[in-house]
């Protein structure tokens, strides 16, 4: 009796799980991350601002993150540390992010994020994002769970390469990433410099509620409202395609 009640828990406990926390490690290459914005650069005064701020930029930040998921939705967190200051400044400035926590409901397909630019709260309530997946047949160890490489295009071209596991069977993923047959544990999108990797899986029930995920005080928009929004502020100083280079780091 002991034996087969051992057994039985054993399989249990390999059935694939649906809820549980995940720790995530973000790492933001500061000193690639904007010589790029210096090379999409609209002028040369602009190019010269962008490379005084890369001499006095860490090599890069490490920001700590959690995913909490059930089968239907994911919270995604940010853990505030302290960091050295020219990474505070850097943040203040909106060069990277100060904190993006998001909530997506996977089978009503909504979209939830929040974050800090300029001292303000911007909340945006959309659908998920459509990505195009092509599943490879690469794997690596990510976290103790055997994941799959799936190469992704999104906001019609950022490149992105995420690594999921089928063993946590929910499509979902840090951020606003999302829409692969099992739980995303890895995550590069090179032109954004950062990659970000499960360090700690842990598989216990949890609770989510995805409507106290916004303040009383919020006024979401959709993605396009945010993106005109910022664009009225700060879319002439930073030229097009540094714009749209900030936006695609605070969109993902």
Not at 143 to 154: D, E, F, K, P
Request: positive net charge; hydrophobic residues 40%.
């Amino acid at each position: 009796m002991v034996l087969c009640l051992g057994k039985a828990a054993e399989g249990q406990y390999a059935y694939f799980p649906d809820q549980g926390t995940i720790t995530f490690e973000k790492t933001v290459f500061l000193k690639n991350l904007i010589k790029r914005y210096a090379a999409y650069a609209k002028d040369e005064e602009s190019r010269n601002a962008f490379k005084g701020m890369v001499e006095h930029a860490p090599e890069n930040q490490v920001l700590k993150k959690t995913l909490k998921f059930s089968a239907n939705e994911v919270l995604y967190e940010h853990i505030p540390e302290e960091y050295p200051e020219a990474a505070q400044n850097l943040m203040r400035m909106g060069v990277f992010e100060s904190g993006i926590s998001s909530c997506q409901n996977l089978k009503t397909k909504e979209f939830k994020s929040a974050f800090e630019l300029g001292g303000e709260r911007i909340v945006i309530a959309d659908s998920t994002l459509k990505i195009k997946w092509k599943i490879t047949n690469e794997y690596r160890q990510i976290a103790g769970y055997q994941c799959r490489r799936a190469n992704g295009l999104v906001l019609d071209s950022i490149y992105a390469v995420a690594f999921y596991t089928d063993q946590i069977p929910v499509s979902g993923g840090p951020s606003a990433f999302s829409g692969l047959p099992g739980m995303i544990l890895g995550l590069a999108v090179p032109e954004l410099h950062y990659n970000m990797f499960a360090t700690k899986v842990e598989l216990s029930p949890v609770t989510i509620f995805s409507a106290d995920f916004l303040k009383k005080k919020d006024k979401p928009l959709n993605r396009k409202q945010v993106y005109d929004k910022l664009n009225a502020v700060v879319g002439d100083y930073l030229g097009v395609k540094v714009y749209n280079l900030v936006m695609g780091c605070y969109y993902l």
